[in-house]
């Protein structure tokens, strides 16, 4: 399972798992970064989650994990625009990734790859990891592109054609939905966080629209009027 932070990869998880005899595996590291596995096993599929880049950011201010306290602290129209910079936080999270000793110190995984500079913002991070993740539909492995809107609002149409897709045998029991929060509660590392408005302004989809590359968003199935 693998996709940036608030795209489904949870949702999607446990809905596999309460439908289908897959097994989930962290075996090619964090599941937010960028590709970085040696090799990919023949018998391993990787199901790569996105979201809509609007509602997308909506979820990362409202629960912006591993970020600095100064970025928690932004507004949503200051949040989206500032340099992007997380850290290891709480070491649960990254036990299997990151040494204890890491704790406080840049996340790696969240650098520009190639150069180790923090992103510019938000949608500059999304730019690139989409890229990153886009780049297993050339990397000789069996990959799932799945939409989170898709798998929400339509989880047996989607479960059937992920099964399709690698060749398993159809359902023969009943579907199971998702019915419970996924993922750990945030816990932010401020006393008190600004609210996270229900929908983005003009100005933010301004800004949005002129940071993605819209030509990967379109071909993912998202269009920004």
Not at 183 to 189: M, V, Y
Request: with cysteine.
């Amino acid at each position: 399972m693998l996709g940036e932070r608030s795209s489904g990869t949870n949702f999607i998880k446990r809905l596999l798992g309460r439908n289908t005899t897959l097994t989930p595996t962290e075996a090619l590291g964090w599941k937010h970064g960028f590709p970085h596995a040696a090799a990919i096993p023949p018998d391993l599929a990787l199901i790569a989650c996105v979201r809509r880049a609007d509602a997308w950011a909506l979820s990362m201010h409202q629960k912006p994990w591993h970020t600095t306290p100064a970025l928690q602290a932004l507004e949503f129209g200051d949040f989206i625009r500032a340099e992007w910079d997380t850290i290891v936080d709480h070491p649960r999270y990254f036990e299997k990734t990151a040494p204890l000793s890491a704790v406080g110190q840049p996340l790696q995984h969240d650098r520009d790859p190639m150069t180790g500079a923090r992103f510019a913002n938000l949608f500059a991070l999304r730019r690139a990891k989409l890229a990153g993740l886009l780049s297993y539909l050339q990397r000789d492995c069996t990959v799932i592109l799945l939409r989170m809107e898709d798998a929400q609002t339509a989880p047996e149409m989607t479960l059937d054609a992920l099964r399709a897709g690698l060749g398993l045998p159809l359902r023969d029991t009943n579907f199971a939905p998702v019915l419970k929060r996924l993922g750990s509660k945030f816990k932010p590392a401020i006393d008190a966080r600004p609210a996270t408005p229900r929908k983005m302004g003009a100005q933010g989809l301004k800004f949005m629209r002129a940071q993605l590359d819209l030509a990967q968003e379109a071909a993912l199935g998202y269009i920004y009027d």
